[in-house]
């Protein structure tokens, strides 16, 4: 990694015009001042000079304790290294780490997994120890352990970065949820809960300090950023207010419902989208047929929505509901043709040239008045999850896939 061929495109380019971003390539790089599109050929095709063919792994050595000093000192070292989110942290001294530890059966020199800034960087390594370091700065208990090494043990970043500012999610299910008193009622989603907080900051450090050391301008390239990395959204699924016949989520993705589980998630974007009224609401269809879902899309839906999906609408379990949305959410005109300038650039090129040709049905799709969906089904992959307090029947929704889930027995 240490002489990977690079080559830098100026940004802007997304939702910019084509011949914007053709320019951009004829252009000269702004760190080499060669031309971009001529140094990427070259850094394909030219034969590797001596220093690039080295092999080797990158020697990465931490040091482990940092000696005695006063906890306001420490404050100011962690901070000023970047080591933590900015807010004041809980010094993880060797009493503090210690004590941590207990809440696994897991040696602390253990692997527990590898996790990357992002897709482009390599990947860093670390143990069970040095997670525990982090979920101590977190302000974690012992018993939040065994959740913050499985959501590690997943090598995912909630720092993920591309030009967008990305959210990411933690949901809990199983007995766990109810041992640890997380929140799954009223403001499930808000800083009103310990577990909840301190697990979804856990996340974010373990991805900062343990993940590739995230930088602004040379690792992490949102735009923005994002408030919701400060703790993710951290919630349990509120399993026992369940329609009958929904299963929790984790039991959909083949656990047993007695068995603890950690799902992360991320996604661009998340949306609080207000109420649900089951007599003529078609809002959740209308919702993922609007937002251009990149990553995979997310519903975290208060009981009394589930409630009035079930009893109200007749979807008996969360399967038939996502079957109704995979057929029902159609495409928007400009999500579907691609039309220039818009992003994502060229949706559907066969059908466009089809339908400029006068083909059947795509011509009509064509001529179709602004605002009229494309009559194709999106076939919109779902996670659906219920948690809430039943104040009002509303619900959550984004453009968060699933990027895989965990036993948290197995790291108890």
């Not at 830098?8 to 380019?13: C, D, L, N």
């Not at 000696?67 to 970047?82: A, C, I, P, V």
């Not at 993940?211 to 959204?233: A, D």
Request: glycine share 10%; with cysteine.
């Amino acid at each position: 990694m240490q002489h990977l061929r690079v080559a830098f495109v100026q940004h802007p380019v997304a939702y910019r015009p084509s011949e914007e971003c053709r320019q951009k390539l004829l252009g000269k790089d702004p760190v080499s001042g060669k031309q971009v599109l001529q140094e990427i050929v070259d850094h394909l095709t030219l034969p590797l000079n001596e220093e690039e063919s080295k092999t080797g792994n990158i020697e990465r050595p931490r040091q482990r304790i940092l000696g005695t000093d006063t906890e306001e000192n420490f404050q100011e070292l962690f901070r000023n290294n970047g080591w933590t989110l900015y807010l004041p942290i809980i010094v993880p001294t060797e009493e503090r780490v210690e004590a941590m530890l207990k809440g696994t059966s897991r040696k602390p020199d253990e692997k527990v997994g590898e996790m990357a800034p992002s897709s482009p960087h390599e990947k860093w390594s670390y143990n069970v120890e040095q997670v525990a370091v982090n979920a101590v700065m977190a302000g974690a208990k012992p018993e939040h352990f065994p959740i913050i090494l499985a959501i590690a043990s997943l090598g995912h970043t909630a720092l993920f970065t591309s030009t967008n500012s990305f959210t990411a999610m933690v949901c809990v299910n199983g007995p766990i949820r109810n041992e640890i008193k997380m929140n799954m009622s009223i403001g499930t989603l808000g800083p009103f809960n310990h577990a909840n907080v301190a697990i979804g900051a856990a996340w974010s450090l373990v991805s900062k300090n343990l993940g590739g050391g995230v930088t602004p301008g040379l690792n992490y390239m949102g735009s923005q950023g994002q408030g919701h990395n400060f703790s993710n959204l951290c919630f349990g699924e509120r399993e026992e207010r369940l329609p009958e016949g929904w299963k929790p989520f984790h039991v959909l993705k083949g656990y047993k419902p007695e068995e603890s589980v950690v799902s992360v998630f991320h996604g661009w974007s998340w949306s609080n989208m207000g109420g649900f009224e089951s007599w003529k609401d078609q809002t959740i269809k209308i919702f993922f047929e609007d937002n251009f879902q990149c990553c995979g899309t997310s519903i975290v839906m208060d009981p009394l929505v589930a409630m009035m999906l079930h009893d109200d609408l007749g979807y008996k379990t969360k399967e038939e509901f996502h079957q109704w949305l995979k057929e029902n959410v159609k495409y928007d005109q400009k999500q579907y043709w691609g039309f220039p300038g818009q992003f994502p650039a060229g949706g559907h090129p066969e059908e466009l040239a089809k339908a400029k040709a006068n083909e059947e049905p795509y011509a009509s799709w064509l001529k179709l008045p602004e605002g009229v969906k494309i009559p194709v089904s999106r076939g919109v992959d779902v996670n659906i999850m219920v948690a809430g307090g039943e104040t009002n029947p509303y619900w959550q929704a984004g453009s968060l896939g699933l990027l895989g889930t965990a036993s948290v027995d197995e790291w108890r």
